[in-house]
């Protein structure tokens, strides 16, 4: 997977590309969580593009610094580490406000969709954490583009405010999969409720699951929150849904 740079919406971003043995496929935007572009990162995103797509994932924290200036500096499995690290990284995430993200993520779109190698047609999404929140925007934001969209141990899915992510699902047209973690204070169970009643009043195809004992950030093998069963579990579900929605 190689570190590359493109455009956004306030300057140049970082972002990582892995692409399948053939060198060509659909395109996938993978959304990262708030501990950054890392090693982990990398893995996964290797992992779908051997499913045979072209991955891409940007550094959205880019106005913040680079994937280096905001990475952990600590091992984020030692006790207390991640604890540490999210009171420093939690300003970061919320000052990415959806008027910031859409034009960013409208940048992405467009610089994927472009890639040499990807395969003209719909791309897919999927995200962690904070990035559940921004794959979700950009299916609502780009519908006639994003075809699959996936979100896993999301955050702020659903807010009080007008514009909560969960609130434009009325002009997705994307098959989506929301696999939520059960032990998550940010996602108490009327939070995940909430997206499921408006995946079923839009008549999306959409499964929202909660993943029994599963902590928030369970993906994350580099962190202290890891779960392997939910982690392999994710994997299933996302390749399954990529074959269904976006088929290489």
């Known amino acids: 997977m190689d570190l590359i740079e493109l455009p956004a919406a306030d300057g140049t971003a970082e972002a990582l590309l892995a692409r399948p043995a053939t060198g060509s496929g659909p395109g996938v935007l993978l959304f990262m969580d708030a501990i950054g572009l890392r090693p982990r990162i990398q893995e996964m995103g290797e992992r779908i593009a051997g499913w ?32 540490e690290f999210f009171a420093e990284a939690m300003p970061r995430v919320h000052g990415l406000t959806s008027d910031l993200a859409v034009p960013d993520i409208a940048a992405y779109v467009q610089t994927l969709r472009g890639l040499s190698g990807v395969t003209e047609g719909p791309i897919g999404t999927v995200g962690y954490c904070m990035g559940a929140r921004l794959a979700l925007r950009a299916a609502t934001s780009h519908p006639a583009v994003v ?72 993906t994350m093998s580099d962190t202290s929150a890891y779960d392997e069963a939910a982690t392999e579990r994710h994997f299933t579900e996302l390749q399954a849904l990529l074959a269904r929605a976006l088929p290489t």
Do not use: K, W
Not at 56 to 82: C, F
């Open 147 to 218: 075809t699959a969209c996936a979100g896993f141990h999301g955050g702020g899915l659903v807010t009080d405010e007008t514009d909560s992510p969960h609130a434009g699902l009325g002009s997705a047209r994307a098959e989506l999969v929301f696999g939520h973690a059960d032990q998550d204070p940010s996602m108490p169970p009327e939070a995940v409720d909430a997206p499921g009643e408006a995946l079923l009043a839009h008549g999306l195809t959409a499964s929202n699951e909660v993943y029994a004992g599963a902590p928030h950030g369970y």
């Open 52 to 83: 045979g797509y072209v991955v891409l994932a940007p550094n959205v924290l880019y106005r913040d610094g680079t994937v280096a200036e905001i990475a952990p500096r600590r091992d984020l499995r030692e006790p207390g580490a991640r604890e």
